[in-house]
């Protein structure tokens, strides 16, 4: 909806401005935009205009062009005035003089601007001969499934053509120097900022809270939800395997007698809790031992509470934020991410799917949905809410997960999505990285899953008694392992080497690993948000109006 205001500078104030709001607030309501978000609007968009109309040079275009569009979800408001480029923002601070009403109210009007450029609810450019300011009225979830969805069609088409016009050897060129090139470099910035994330978060968290009996009572209960998770989904993996009877019938036998795997694994109790701390402060940092580095975090952040050194908890928080912004700087480039990372396992796996993959993939999705429908049934149980708003308000960090395959990198957007159901960011700061390390279910689950479906294709009996080892060391390994792409098929290596089942099953696994990777990543993220939500309501830490906001 876009509408020209001729104007009259001698009755700007008095006809055209009340002209120009009173059509973005009709203009909003007809989009169904919710009340405080057009009054927001408005505000907005007077104070944009009182500024812009200082610097406004109607000689030779005497009009206001005003734009209410709505794209891929997103609702936002151009106003577009006629004049030579200024500062819309002003660095330097204007007196409040009550005595000095002109100055006061620019004062007051330079406060405003800036808080609402600095939340990037407002920009400011200048094109040919208008100073132009967009204001973001609304930002859709559904924007980034479309987003989602264009990169998604670009990757098979891009795919097709490659396969069809260019030779093999120029597509395994084009596929390592550009396609995995693109999505390593991505990757890897990623994975820059999880250290510094999840330690200041952790430490910002404990050292800025004034109760931790309160932080401690609800660390207690996100170990135990974690834990429940975990069993969950290992018994979800294992009993899926034996119902469906996936592998079984396949005869497969090993590429010769050293493929079989004459190691077994210890992992022992002793072993894993003397994991938990580090030998000396640095090595948890670049070894990326999550862990490790959780209870650094944790000691840090406590011992700072007691100290009472407030400039170190300061400074704490704002690198936590700055290290928040990079990691959302790089989301900004998820499309790219997205095409090159399908481009790449097209181009790789091609249109070839052997029967057994599609047993395991169908053994995964399924997994997936029966875990979903133990978190729906939690959250009615226990939290006693409506589990559908959670889902709707997890859709950014869910396509998140899903794209970057690794549930460190959605911390960001998990918390985010906590921010957005109303729970409060005393539980949400410490649960989202806390329960990201601690709730690994979807490795439960694929490690249980995995090592059971390849024992059956090499016909390798598992007996109780291994059954049982699988189960407790799946729960054990899900604690020990980093949560980052690829640690799946590490720990299923061992897995196969403790029940004497060839290795090059593991082939089996990585024909389906992306997609699996993908879906499993997922998994965990809603698994921390669903524990998440149940702690806050629990704690009395959600607004419940604003949850069930749609």
Request: proline share 3%; net charge neutral.
């Amino acid at each position: 909806m876009q509408k020209k205001f001729e104007i009259n500078p001698n009755e700007f104030e008095n006809k055209n401005f009340p002209e120009i709001l009173k059509f973005i607030q009709d203009s909003l309501a007809e989009l169904k935009i919710e009340t405080r978000k057009i009054v927001f609007t408005e505000l907005m968009s007077e104070e944009s205009l009182m500024r812009m109309i200082q610097h406004a040079d109607f000689s030779k275009k005497n009009f206001i062009l005003v734009n209410v569009k709505k794209f891929l979800g997103d609702v936002s408001v151009d106003i577009q005035v006629p004049g030579n480029e200024f500062d819309f923002i002003v660095d330097e601070d204007f007196s409040l003089d009550y005595e000095d009403y002109a100055n006061t109210a620019e004062a007051m009007r330079n406060i405003l601007l800036r808080s609402f450029s600095a939340n990037s609810n407002l920009r400011y450019k200048h094109r040919g001969s208008f100073n132009t300011v967009r204001i973001n009225v609304l930002r859709s979830q559904a924007s980034s499934i479309y987003r989602v969805l264009t990169a998604l069609t670009l990757a098979i088409v891009t795919g097709l053509l490659m396969r069809n016009f260019l030779n093999e050897d120029l597509i395994a060129t084009i596929n390592e120097d550009f396609f995995i090139l693109v999505r390593t470099l991505f990757l890897n910035g990623l994975k820059m900022c999880a250290v510094p994330v999840v330690f200041l978060s952790i430490v910002s968290c404990f050292s800025q809270s004034g109760n931790l009996s309160g932080m401690k009572r609800v660390g207690i209960k996100l170990v135990s939800y974690s834990l429940f998770h975990l069993i969950i989904a290992t018994a979800v993996g294992i009993g899926i395997v034996y119902f469906f009877g996936i592998g079984k019938g396949a005869n497969l036998i090993a590429a010769s007698a050293t493929d079989t795997a004459s190691q077994t694994v210890s992992i022992s109790f002793k072993d894993t809790a003397l994991g938990f701390m580090p030998d000396n402060f640095i090595k948890p940092f670049y070894e990326g031992n999550m862990i490790q580095l959780m209870v650094l975090a944790i000691l840090t952040g406590v011992a700072i509470n007691i100290s009472g050194v407030k400039i170190i908890a300061s400074v704490t928080d704002e690198l936590n934020r700055i290290f928040m912004k990079i990691t959302e700087i790089i989301l900004r480039f998820m499309p790219l991410l997205i095409y090159c990372s399908m481009t790449s396992i097209f181009l790789t796996t091609g249109t070839k799917t052997l029967m057994l993959l599609l047993e395991v993939l169908f053994g995964i999705i399924l997994a997936n949905i029966l875990i979903y429908v133990a978190y729906c049934l939690m959250i009615l149980f226990i939290a006693r809410l409506n589990p559908v708003h959670m889902f709707k308000k997890a859709a950014s960090a869910m396509i998140t997960a899903f794209t970057t395959t690794s549930s460190i990198s959605t911390i960001p957007e998990s918390m985010k999505a906590s921010n957005n159901m109303g729970i409060s960011s005393s539980v949400y700061s410490l649960t989202i990285p806390l329960g990201t390390i601690l709730c690994k279910n979807s490795f439960c689950m694929y490690l249980a899953l995995n090592t059971l479906a390849i024992a059956n294709m090499y016909g390798v009996e598992v007996n109780a008694a291994k059954l049982f080892s699988i189960a407790f060391s799946t729960v054990v390994f899900a604690v020990a392992m980093p949560p980052l792409p690829g640690m799946g098929i590490i720990a299923l290596s061992l897995f196969l080497s403790s029940v004497d089942c060839p290795l090059d099953g593991i082939a089996i696994s990585l024909g389906i690993d992306p997609i699996a990777d993908m879906l499993d990543t997922i998994l965990v993220v809603m698994a921390v948000i669903t524990s998440t939500l149940i702690i806050a309501k629990t704690e009395k830490q959600l607004d419940i109006k604003k949850y069930q906001e749609s």
